[in-house]
């Protein structure tokens, strides 16, 4: 690309985004992508990966599609848009009321980028209008999705390879911030697209530093963070792995430290609640936020000091991911990790609870026999399923799947060949110890890496990259923390108008300004 | 609080003859027509859909604590519904609550949460905008709230102060009658410039209460403001606005429409039904739905006037009693349809006192 080209790319940015220069790898997958090549773009997260379909979506005539994992990073980003009055981008999901949809669907033709589920992308009325209009670009983002929940949560990400064969086989981009070679692999067989130019972006954060911290039980997991966060941080993360105990230490935390401004954010909450509290964050009136793995992706706030895992992650990438989400801009932040050997029965537990055991599944496919021999062959994905077998939400899609794809089920219909379902059997069964012992796998490797003595930033990324840069100070415990580096990072506290009458509220917002 | 003393009403109210299923149907505002019937026949149009978020298990979960606290009496078998212990009748007071009385249930159901959502949208985008900010990410997500207060922006466009003092004088007056606690409630909620209200668990927490009475405690505001602006549009123009919908005539279903056409075409119900591949009752229940919709539709072909004279003076003398209850106490037979007819008449007869309640 000649200067001038490069140029007129610069201005395109600065036009819809207001930025005046590329960030890390923005510049060369857009331009790969202008170039009609399908690419595997690998960049940190923070970096604006975003960008890198946004602006050739305006760029190119057609429509592109961003297959978004999570309803709230999808909303969040066509909110982004709108605030900087980039038009032509919408959101199709659950929440879009149908009116809604058909009238996104009558004007398919005049949008530049749309949003959508995998689960949404399987519907015959969604596929029929996308088909209608002519197909740029077609994004998956957040790509370690496909191979991380694909196998179990979300079937339908499997399914992306056939998709994009129905919608006339468009040029694709992967995106995401972390993905192994093995997982990359998995990636390029589920999409059928053996021929993804990878471009990769170190994901090393210098920024970051590194700490796990032994911890006896629950009481001394809270002390140790209520120390960290009397020492006044900064905007903190603390990770969970339960809705319960996001909102159960939450709570705690709130009791404990009245000086605080606490919340907790998990999906089982309302949509509008997600919002506010995600807003509240972002605007600085909230200084802690206790999780789940639903907040997160996507959340823009770059002053983000600390992140603690209260409970941690099931692999490696997912840990790296919400680190990520701390020091966006390049200040000093902290990973701290809390480790008590109950916790890794307890994440074993939900790793087992994803997939239905080997003598689970023998009890399903006698149940299945029943129903083909008393004539009752019609069959869905609804909970009263889930009842009727005796597995979770989670269990019932995966097998869902399983049958659909070996010939049990055709067109919500019970098929009854005893030959196939002997194989599907044998076959479902392996699939599941295999997938089990991958999990497994991914889990040691956590464990592996919260055991480590020496460097943890080198034992970290030597999974996923060669090298790593150096930070010249704090790179982790083992490598020697001045934790000082990480006090007194508060900015300056709007405070609580808890004395304040309702009137006085009312005219902060009404004739203030808001609350300063 | 609120919550507790509305389930235990609706306990007392039902007083056994409804499942416990009747009554999260009734507070989360199902739109069956068995539910709908329920609501005025025992009186209970105040609560009807005030709650539709309500979770199911979160509801059984408090039926059963009310019951381990000795408060209700849940009975056995099928469908059991459940009546108040002597205990549970010493606590079922209401009325001692301020905000149970502002809630309409059955006018407000629907105007209330599009009310809500226009209301807060508008607050925060005038209070941005006002403030030279037009880049703020809007806090309530929905297609047609946000196309509203748009229109609305483009109207007002240049005097938004005007119209935030305007609104500012509505809803002060209308919070200068509420208690404290409910004002400031709704005064957290709120989103303007550079300020981001509070989500329900936040003010649950920071209030002591449960999140079902925060729900429905700002649902009352609510309902205490629509009913404030409908009696007096002149003093609360802005709110008046955001009350107003494009269909305030409530529709009959799609399926029913066309039963209604081919009705009209001198059909009988039996004939529509294998006309449209239907069983007979559904087609019954389409008739029910157009006789509740539109009080000019004729019941006459499916009940006659004596039939219509001798079940309303069934439904005078047993008040709170079972559909099968009441076909028992006619003389002479009539149907189950026969009588969801008539009470869907009966509920167009007590509209206009409704809607003054």
Not at chain 1, 408 to 424: F, R, S, T
Request: charged share 25%; hydrophobic share 40%.
């Amino acid at each position: 690309m000649s200067e001038s080209d490069l140029g007129r790319l610069e201005e395109q940015l600065h036009r819809y985004f207001g930025y005046s220069a590329f960030r890390t790898g923005q510049q060369q997958i857009i331009e790969d992508i202008l170039a009609g090549q399908d690419v595997f773009g690998i960049l940190p997260t923070g970096t604006g990966k975003s960008v890198c379909y946004q602006l050739p979506a305006k760029l190119i005539p057609g429509l592109t599609i961003v297959v978004t994992p999570l309803v709230s990073l999808m909303l969040d980003q066509v909110k982004e848009l709108q605030a900087i009055r980039y038009k032509g981008a919408a959101a199709l999901n659950s929440f879009v009321s149908p009116l809604e949809r058909k009238r996104i669907f009558r004007d398919i033709h005049m949008y530049d980028l749309i949003y959508v589920s995998p689960e949404l992308l399987q519907q015959k009325e969604v596929l029929a209008a996308l088909k209608r209009t002519e197909i740029s670009l077609f994004v998956i983002d957040e790509a370690h999705c496909i191979s991380q929940w694909g196998h179990e949560f979300r079937p339908d990400y499997l399914k992306l390879g056939d998709i994009l064969e129905s919608l006339g086989s468009p040029q694709v981009l992967a995106l995401s911030a972390t993905a192994a070679p093995f997982v990359r692999e998995d990636i390029r067989r589920i999409l059928k697209r053996p021929g993804l130019l990878e471009r990769i972006y170190p994901m090393d954060r210098e920024n970051i530093a590194l700490s796990i911290q032994p911890a006896q039980d629950e009481e001394d997991k809270l002390s140790v963070i209520m120390k960290w966060l009397q020492k006044d941080p900064g905007p903190s993360l603390i990770y969970f792995s339960s809705r319960i105990a996001s909102e159960e230490t939450a709570q705690r935390l709130i009791a404990r430290l009245p000086d605080k401004r606490i919340a907790f954010y998990h999906g089982g909450m309302d949509q509008m609640d997600r919002v506010l509290v995600q807003q509240q964050f972002m605007n600085g009136q909230l200084d802690i936020i206790c999780c789940t793995s639903a907040f997160g992706m996507g959340i823009n706030k770059k002053d983000i000091r600390l992140v603690i895992h209260y409970h941690f992650p099931p692999n490696l990438e997912s840990f790296i991911q919400e680190i990520g989400r701390a020091g966006r801009d390049g200040g000093n932040s902290i990973s701290l990790l809390l480790y008590n050997e109950q916790d890794l029965f307890l994440t074993k537990r939900l790793l087992e609870n994803e997939l239905p055991g080997e003598g689970a599944l023998h009890a399903i496919f006698q149940i299945l026999g029943g129903l083909v021999s008393s004539g009752r062959t019609q069959i869905g994905q609804g909970p009263e399923y889930q009842n009727l077998f005796q597995v979770n939400e989670t269990q019932w899609r995966f097998l869902y799947y399983q049958f659909e794809k070996h010939g049990i089920i055709k067109d919500n219909q019970l098929v009854y060949e005893e030959a196939v379902w002997k194989g599907a059997f044998q076959e479902i069964q392996r699939h599941i110890k295999h997938r089990m012992a991958y999990k497994e796998t991914k889990l040691s490797e956590m464990a592996a890496w919260m055991m480590e003595t020496g460097c943890l930033r080198e034992a970290l990324y030597r999974h996923f990259q060669e090298g790593f840069k150096v930070p010249e100070i704090n790179c982790c415990i083992s490598c020697g923390l001045d934790e000082s580096l990480y006090e007194n990072q508060g900015a300056e506290m709007h405070h609580d108008r808890h004395a304040a009458s309702w009137k006085d509220k009312l005219q902060a917002i009404f004739f203030c300004g808001g609350v300063q | 609080m609120l919550f507790d003393q509305v389930l235990l009403f609706a306990v007392s109210r039902f007083a056994g003859n409804r499942s416990n299923a009747a009554i999260y149907h009734l507070i989360t505002g199902r739109k069956s027509i068995q539910t709908i019937q329920d609501a005025k026949l025992f009186h209970m149009q105040n609560i009807y859909g005030i709650y539709p978020v309500l979770k199911k298990h979160i509801y059984d979960r408090r039926i059963h604590e009310l019951a381990a606290a000795g408060l209700i009496r849940l009975h056995n078998g099928e469908r059991a519904g459940c009546s108040l212990t002597e205990k549970g009748h010493e606590h079922c007071n209401p009325e001692e609550i301020p905000s149970y009385h502002y809630l309409l249930g059955m006018a407000y159901h629907e105007t209330g949460p599009v009310f809500m959502k226009r209301l807060f949208l508008y607050v925060q985008t005038f209070s941005n905008t006002a403030n030279g900010n037009s880049k703020f990410i809007p806090i309530v997500d929905d297609g047609a709230a946000m196309s509203w207060v748009r229109t609305a922006y483009r109207n007002a466009k240049g005097r938004e102060a005007k119209f935030m003092a305007q609104l500012y004088r509505e809803l002060e007056k209308i919070l200068e009658t509420c208690t404290e606690e409910e004002a400031n409630l709704f005064a957290d909620r709120l989103s303007g410039h550079r300020h981001i209200g509070k989500s329900l668990d936040q003010l649950a927490i920071e209030e002591g209460m449960s999140v079902p009475d925060v729900y429905l405690v700002l649902t009352a505001v609510i309902h205490r403001m629509l009913s404030a602006a409908s009696s007096n549009s002149e003093q609360f123009p802005i709110l008046t606005s955001f009350a107003s919908t494009d269909r305030d005539k409530q529709t009959v279903s799609d399926s029913a429409a066309v039963t209604r056409r081919l009705l009209g075409q001198g059909l009988g119900t039996d004939q529509v039904a294998a006309a449209r591949n239907l069983k007979e009752n559904t087609v019954l229940d389409h008739i029910v739905e157009i006789a509740l919709h539109d009080r000019h539709y004729s019941i006459r072909p499916f009940v006659s006037e004596q039939e219509e004279a001798q079940i309303m003076n069934v439904l005078e003398n047993v008040q709170s009693a079972k559909l099968k209850e009441i076909k028992e106490a006619v003389a002479g037979g009539v149907t189950y349809f026969q009588i969801r007819l008539v009470l869907a008449r009966t509920n167009h007869m007590n509209e206009a006192g409704a809607a003054n309640e």
